[in-house]
Nanobody, 119 residues
Framework: QVQLVESGGGLVQAGDSLRLSCAAS????????MAWFRQAPGKGRELVAS????????YLSDSVKGRFTISRDSDKNTLYLQMNSLKPEDTAVYYC????????????WGQGTQVTVSS
């Protein structure tokens, strides 16, 4: 099992930037992908960005492409989400997730960090 702890959320104004961090511990070697999801009030959980830990290939949803960047520091076992040009519609709880090898879905989750963007 992998333990994930997010940090870096907060209250910002539209157009500002934030960087979320996700510190991973435990059986991190068993993971082949990590991702950021978000959930806005009254909405379902949405995949925002993901990274393949072997190839480094990243995915960004259309709603954040060009504004957000996902990256990983393997030495620190930390996943990042750099968020620029934030919009009020980016307001949500952001969750870090990890997927074990041979699993079809993400099976380790952090507790979430709140991001609020005011207009």
């Amino acid at each position: 099992q992998v333990q994930l702890v997010e940090s870096g959320g907060g209250l910002v104004q539209a157009g500002d930037s934030l960087r979320l961090s996700c510190a991973a511990s435990g059986r991190t070697i068993s993971s082949d992908a990590m991702a950021w999801f978000r959930q806005a009030p009254g909405k379902g959980r949405e995949l925002v960005a993901s990274i393949n830990l072997s190839s480094g290939i990243t995915y960004l949803s259309d709603s954040v492409k060009g504004r957000f960047t996902i990256s990983r520091d393997s030495d620190k076992n930390t996943l990042y989400l750099q968020m620029n040009s934030l919009k009020p519609e980016d307001t949500a709880v952001y969750y870090c997730a990890a997927r074990s090898r041979l699993r079809a879905s993400y099976n380790s989750w952090g507790q979430g960090t709140q991001v609020t963007v005011s207009s």
